[in-house]
């Protein structure tokens, strides 16, 4: 063999094996990142709760019903997170509480929109599963005295 041959061998198997062990780096890398958060996409949430609701409870509240319920859950939510709003013993409860419940279905009232407490309990519920789903829900933790 040619010098020049040997050569150009010697160079395709080098750049073989640089590439093997930037393959094999990088895949070992990808494991170790942190997971990803989950990410809360409303009409995402529409969509599996809409897909999880009985029959008869689509048929009162229907998809835009489902996403007003939805967007005024975010609204409660939003509103526990200021600090003038906080309380001791404050419980959030994904799939919705009593409290948030009444405030949802009080707000929509006042816009003119009627859906039934248990109606709003039940996309709540929905919307829990979607929660659930993506990963945003931690454990569920013991019943204990309010903090």
């Known amino acids: 063999m040619h010098s020049s041959a040997v050569l150009v061998i010697g160079v395709v198997l080098l750049a073989?094996?640089?590439?093997?062990?930037?393959v094999l780096t990088v895949s070992r890398?990808?494991?170790?990142q942190a997971p990803e958060s989950p990410v809360y996409v409303v009409n995402d949430a529409v969509d599996f709760t809409v897909a999880a609701l009985e029959a008869d409870t689509l048929d009162r509240v229907g998809k835009t019903g489902v996403r007003r319920i939805i967007e005024w859950s975010t609204h409660y939510l939003q509103g526990l997170a200021i600090p003038a709003h906080q309380r001791k013993g404050l419980v959030v409860v994904a799939g919705g509480e009593e409290r948030a419940i009444e405030y949802i279905h009080r707000e929509l009232a006042r816009r003119g929109y009627e859906y039934s407490p248990g109606d709003i309990a039940a996309v709540l519920a929905g919307?829990?599963?979607?929660?659930?789903?993506?990963g945003a829900l931690g454990e569920r933790v013991k019943e204990q005295e309010p903090v």
Request: overall charge positive; cysteine-free; proline content about 0%.
């Open 16 to 22: 073989v094996l640089i590439v093997v062990v930037a």
């Open 29 to 32: 890398n990808r494991g170790r």
């Open 127 to 134: 919307e829990a599963g979607y929660l659930a789903g993506i």
